[in-house]
């Protein structure tokens, strides 16, 4: 499985190509401009308020996993900053999605560890809720289960399901084909309403 080429693709076409589904319809910070990213998503669901499941799920993050971190109830309290970010780094950690949100943004972005957040707030977060690790999350809407891939880029978070992983590359890729050659009739002065036969 190439996360590579899912992360190139993007998560607007992945979307497409999947039959518009896995969707994340919510709007993230990207911290790092032009950053794109996929992988199997390693989730912590924290307590409320709370950041002591992204304390426990270190230890078993692996290199190239989306780290998915959620709550309850979304809120602009503080899961991640430059110290966890920094164990997510070392472990090999492709992204960071977090649906609540982070501190130290400009640290985390001279890191070069692609993240994604809600918000950015010094607010911290608590430490005493154990929460849960490596269960579904709903994430905008959208469930991630630990292993779907998470493609992120400027555009926002698609969700492919890992029993579909395979066929929605291929899709992905077909229709990375057709929209070329797509492009290649509109320089040349066609028009989308006669290509797609809206006339």
Not at 51 to 72: F, K, Y
Not at 101 to 130: C, F, H, I, Y
Not at 154 to 177: F, H, I, P, Y
């Amino acid at each position: 499985m190439s996360f590579e080429e899912l992360a190139r693709l993007g998560a607007a076409t992945v979307y497409e190509a999947s039959g518009r589904r896995g969707l994340v319809d919510v709007e993230f910070k990207q911290l790092i401009p032009g950053s794109r990213a996929c992988g199997p998503a390693r989730i912590a669901r924290c307590g409320q308020d709370d950041n002591l499941a992204v304390h426990a799920v270190m230890a078993s993050l692996q290199p190239g996993e989306v780290l998915v971190l959620s709550m309850p109830s979304p809120a602009p309290v503080a899961l991640l900053g430059d110290l966890l970010a920094t164990q997510a780094q070392v472990r090999g950690a492709a992204a960071v999605l977090v649906d609540a949100a982070v501190r130290d943004s400009e640290e985390l972005a001279r890191m070069g560890l692609p993240v994604w957040a809600r918000w950015v707030r010094s607010r911290g977060a608590t430490k005493t809720d154990v929460g849960e690790l490596d269960v579904p999350v709903v994430v905008g809407g959208c469930e991630i289960r630990p292993g779907d891939l998470v493609v992120l880029d400027a555009d926002g978070v698609t969700v492919v399901a890992s029993e579909r992983a395979e066929d929605v590359l291929d899709a992905s890729l077909e229709r990375e084909v057709a929209e070329a050659a797509k492009r290649a009739q509109l320089q040349a002065g066609a028009l989308s309403w006669e290509l797609d036969g809206y006339a």
